[in-house]
């Protein structure tokens, strides 16, 4: 199925009022669900993913830990040696040695592998750009979608009287956006084959704190007119922009819920912490008027396709011939040219190839695009894949001359040499040709939410992992 509106749906025209319906997207643990994808015998397993670690070491940083790890008290950002007094690794265990750790109470430590981490998160991030419009990617592995064009807030009509929901929160009965938001974590289940926590309410900071509600798989509905109810017995830390800073002074001045603080004087918490204690104040009454916009210009556009497992050459082409005419078309719609046009092939089970070659100067040119992409791919004819890719990138949105395609023919400034990317599960295989499709140019930036005091992100503002942005 693909991202279009839910059939009933009803969606308004007016993006910006009580019917908007917006999603906010978490993923779960996500480096160790990367991990799980890769090595399926971690399912179920206590595993830390630590930052500056390596096998068998003691120093470094938990990047995350697993639901099953944070049960024995591992938490994010805590340091390796202190992960370790709590749960030991399981490669120090003997079920024969009564001085050695309990197997049972042992755990799966493993390095940081941002680069596969990346891939994985394109593969999200292809999803949640077929099922919205309107994406704000806050993380590698968070984002916030306004799916009004796509759903609405009404009751899923079923014959008969509405169904109840089947979802965690204060929702009643089963709306359109509620079945829309589940369709949207079954296809990130599905295609990229990690879990995610999906939140959906009427605004963002209510939907950032719904998808943080019923972890992990979670989904939590809060319709129009139910937010401020749904937030009030929560703890102030769990109302978007508190972390445990702002935690503490309110604690200090007596307010311990959402609740206490949505029933505060703003003024007297501008005092405190300036417009954000306003802010905070509204958002606690489940006002937020703030508009899903995406993070700045794009640096890439790409549409990518899963395929059954095939090495059938025509099927490849026909599907690359498409995604480049699908590319093309997104890149004149958002009046913007490019200079450089690459593909990517996924092999089984997770080889990611890459090639791209770049233009003496931007184009606007859908036959360029797809006659590039497929000669590209022609370097894969007989190998079987499992995902085909097309991107255009150096991306231009002022207006220039454009290169002409003899320009782009006789540029001696390409080089198509393979570059070995070798990491454990992967083989990355780029063209140099500068920008060059490298791996992390199909994922885009990892944008944290920069955007003023009151949209302050704090340590524990996040579903227990420590960004790699500060690692990396």
Known sequence: MDGGTLPGADAGDDASGPDRVVCHVDMDCFYASCERLREPDLRGEPVVVGMGYEPGETIGAVATASYEARAFGVESAMPISEALERLPRRADADPEDPDAPDPAEAGRYLPVDLAFYEEVAAEVKAVLHDCADVVREVSIDEAYLDVTDRTAWDAAADGGDPAPSAAAGPSEVRTLAEGYARHVGERIERE?????????APNMSAAKVASDADKPDGLVVVPPGSVETFLAPLPTAALHGVGPVTERALAERGIET?????????????EEFGDRGRELVRRARGEDDREVTPRGLPKSLSRESSLPR???????????????????RRARERGCLYRTIGIKAVEPPFDVNTRARSLPGPVDDPELVEAVALELLAEFDGDAVRKLGVRVSNLDFAESDQATLGGFEEDEGVSDE?????????????????????????????PRDEGGADDRVEPSDRDGQASLDDWA
């Open 192 to 200: 990229a084959g990690v879990p995610a926590s999906v939140g959906v």
């Open 258 to 270: 959402v609740g206490d603080v949505a029933a505060a004087d703003p003024e007297a918490l501008a």
């Open 310 to 328: 095939t090495a059938d050459g025509k099927r490849k082409r026909e599907t690359v011939s498409a995604l480049a005419a699908d590319v093309a």
């Open 418 to 446: 393979d570059v070995d990317g070798g990491r454990a599960g992967r083989n990355v295989r780029d063209a140099s040709d500068g920008d060059g499709g490298k791996l992390t140019d199909w994922i885009g930036d990892d």
